[in-house]
């Protein structure tokens, strides 16, 4: 079972970029994709972004496409999610994911970080 830890986030003003960062145990982190989410309050948890587990494919979704960057790193076994020129719209709770018994697309998420508030003030 893996467990995922995340840190960073806050209050931003739109224009400023944030990190996030989600550290994994008990699971060999360098085997399973890992992905992030978000959910702002009244809607459903929307996909963000995705990395492979060798970090050599990486996905996301139109709306943070050119803004927002995810990575990896297999030695300190955490991912980030780099976000830049960020929106008001961008406000959300933010979800690291794991998907840990499907290594190729579609992956099936079935780890969950605790989520971490990011706010964007305009």
């Known amino acids: 079972q893996v467990v995922l830890v995340q840190s960073g986030g806050g209050l931003v003003r739109a224009g400023d970029s944030l990190r996030l960062s989600c550290a994994a145990s008990g699971r060999t982190f360098r085997s399973y994709p890992m992905g992030w989410f978000r959910q702002a309050p009244g809607n459903e948890r929307d996909f963000v972004a995705s990395i492979s587990a060798s970090g050599g494919s990486t996905y996301y979704a139109e709306s943070v496409k050119g803004r927002f960057t995810i990575s990896r790193d297999n030695a300190k076994n955490t991912v980030y999610l780099q976000m830049n020129s960020l929106k008001p719209e961008d406000t959300a709770v933010y979800y690291c994911?794991?998907?840990?018994?499907?290594?190729?697309?579609?992956?099936?998420?079935?780890?969950w970080g605790q989520g971490t508030q990011v706010t964007v003030s305009s």
């Open positions: 994911a794991a998907s840990t018994e499907k290594p190729i697309r579609p992956y099936v998420w079935d780890g």
